[in-house]
């Protein structure tokens, strides 16, 4: 989501892991983004993360974007996520706080978000660090104002991954349907919480993660 979307987009097996880059320190230094540069609508392209789940649904979605808007407060901004999922379409709505180059959530659960460096001038890069109990993950999550991107921004994104020792990205195939902006959305924060507090379903989750590594793509 640019945003929460990483707490329902992507999920990684740490297997098979290779020992970071050289020239990471300015990969995955993060930089400066204004409230202005976050909003309008934003397409999810593909991202990483071990967040149990997510990369099964990285595989069974087939699209995701983002509407980003600003509110009567000057640091909070209201985010509509709708996502396609087995040919149906869904929407969640949700607040978050930004500033200094920052997204936060700190209730019910902590995600902070900031962002990377990108070969691409209209694309986003949210690296997201999120903690439900006990439990912390981690996501980099790449969107753009277009459908698709550079070979050359998606290599990028490959090699943020391996400097931030993720597994290999997700991509979402460039040739879809983009859902409508016409659907009632639900409210989001407790939907995702939810999700990141469904602890007994971690490991059939991660079950799923590895069944879709071995055969899908």
């Not at 990483?6 to 020239?23: E, H, I, T, Y």
């Not at 983002?66 to 087995?86: E, V």
Request: glycine letters at 4%; one cysteine or more; hydrophobic letters at 40%.
């Amino acid at each position: 989501m640019k945003t929460c979307v990483a707490v329902v987009l992507m999920s990684l097996l740490s297997l098979g892991l290779s020992a970071p880059l050289s020239g990471c320190d300015s990969l995955v230094k993060p930089i400066t983004v204004s409230s202005e540069d976050m909003l309008g609508k934003w397409l999810y392209i593909g991202g990483s993360s071990d967040l149990p789940g997510s990369r099964s649904l990285g595989h069974l979605m087939t699209s995701v974007w983002l509407d980003i808007t600003a509110t009567s407060q000057s640091n909070i901004l209201n985010i509509i996520q709708t996502q396609r999922i087995f040919s149906k379409c869904s929407s969640l709505i949700y607040n978050v706080t930004f500033e200094n180059s920052t997204m936060l959530i700190e209730q019910p659960f902590y995600l902070k978000e900031v962002y990377l460096t990108t070969d691409c001038s209209d694309c986003l890069v949210a690296h997201e660090k999120i903690v439900s109990g006990k439990d912390t993950f981690t996501s980099l999550l790449l969107f753009s104002r277009r459908q698709s991107v550079s070979s050359a921004a998606v290599e990028t994104l490959k090699k943020q991954a391996e400097c931030l020792q993720m597994p290999s990205p997700i991509m979402i195939n460039t040739d879809y349907e983009i859902c409508p902006d016409n659907i009632p959305p639900s409210e989001g924060i407790s939907a995702l919480n939810s999700l990141s507090e469904a602890k007994t379903g971690h490991r059939v989750a991660k079950l799923l993660d590895a069944f879709f590594d071995m055969f899908v793509n």
